[in-house]
């Protein structure tokens, strides 16, 4: 193997491994703002419901006067 080759070899096994971490890094990060998120939603639904609108169900209409005989 070519002094090269190994080079590459090496910068590659270092290049994955830092891919890994940023990897990583990005679903921290993503579950923090899910959980950011699902905090916010009681005080802030329709923002909330802008960004993540699986996080907020749709609020139906509340029942009426009619509705309850």
Known sequence: ???????LRERN???????D???GAVDSLSNRLAEAL????????DYVRGE???LVP???DPP???DAS
């Open 38 to 45: 699902r905090r916010l939603a009681p005080h802030d639904p």
């Open 13 to 19: 096994k270092m290049l994955e491994q830092q891919a």
């Open 64 to 66: 009426t006067s009619d």
């Open 52 to 54: 993540a609108p699986d």
């Open 1 to 7: 193997m070519s002094i090269l080759e190994t080079a």
């Open 21 to 23: 971490q940023y990897a």
């Open 58 to 60: 749709v609020a139906s």
